[in-house]
């Protein structure tokens, strides 16, 4: 083979390779644009705020006020949910989100409480223990704004009846707690809660959300009374409608 020919046969080959790459790059473009529309198409009406399926580690800041309550991922049945044990402590599980209530003004949950500290009271500094609590965070905390407005979902005894409406007492300009489930009614078993976060607000503050959510916690504590706590947390979803 001469030269020339030599010369053509590498030319050909050199084509031939750069037309394959552009396949692949068109090929893997159509692949990530499919997804990417089956992503937003399954995030259009629904986010994931709490996945119980993924690693605590990766997941969630365990902050800590004293002794730290014990959290686990078990699964019941089957399904994947986040385990606490009050151990006479005081933390929770901190995540990151992103949302506007106005785009997204519901919240979904399962939980279930096995044990109810009986002489809590979540009016007072010394009897605030959560059998268990969720918390949304209008804003991000910071050194220079330590406390954001908190509207919090709560689980406790029957010194409170459903849907009251309470102020921390250890952060009464900024966190309010209503209370979802009151008393022993319920104990032991699986409870679905769907709450409009926006109407919350509303009724907890007395004014629309500031802003978007940026921080959702889960809170079990017993550091107060002592007495046993056990509370499971399923997926949180936030949704359109």
């Known amino acids: 083979m001469t030269r020339g020919q030599l010369g053509v046969v590498a030319k050909r080959a050199k084509e031939a390779r750069r037309l394959k790459m552009q396949t692949a ?24 705020l709490v996945d119980p399926a993924a690693p605590l580690e990766e997941a969630w800041t365990h902050r800590k006020f004293g002794a730290a309550t014990e959290y686990r991922r078990v699964e019941v049945d089957g399904t994947p949910y986040i385990r606490a044990v009050g151990r006479n402590s005081a933390s929770g599980l901190h995540g990151e989100v992103k949302f506007r209530p106005d785009e997204y003004p519901w919240l979904e ?3 279930r409480v096995d044990k109810l500290q009986k002489t809590a009271d979540i009016r007072t500094k010394a009897g ?5 609590a969720i918390y949304l965070f209008f804003g991000r905390p910071s050194w220079f704004r330590p406390e954001v407005p908190t509207l919090a979902y709560v689980w406790t005894n029957d010194k409170l ?3 009251a409406v309470v102020l921390s007492p250890y952060h009464p300009g900024t966190v309010r707690e209503i209370v979802i ?8 078993q699986w409870v679905s809660v769907r709450r409009n976060i ?5 009724t907890a ?23 046993p706590v056990e509370a499971y947390y399923g997926a949180v979803h936030a949704l359109k409608e």
């Open 109 to 111: 949950w399962t939980w």
């Open 205 to 227: 503050f007395g004014k629309e959300p500031p802003g978007p959510i940026e921080m959702i916690a889960l809170w079990s504590d017993n550091d107060q009374t002592g007495e």
């Open 198 to 202: 926006v109407e919350d607000y509303l």
């Open 25 to 48: 790059v068109l090929v893997i473009a159509l692949l990530l644009s499919l997804s990417a529309s089956h992503g937003a198409l399954g995030d259009e009406h629904l986010l994931v």
């Open 181 to 188: 489930e009151s008393g022993t009614e319920n104990l032991g």
């Open 128 to 132: 605030e223990d959560m059998a268990a």
């Open 161 to 163: 009846p459903k849907e």
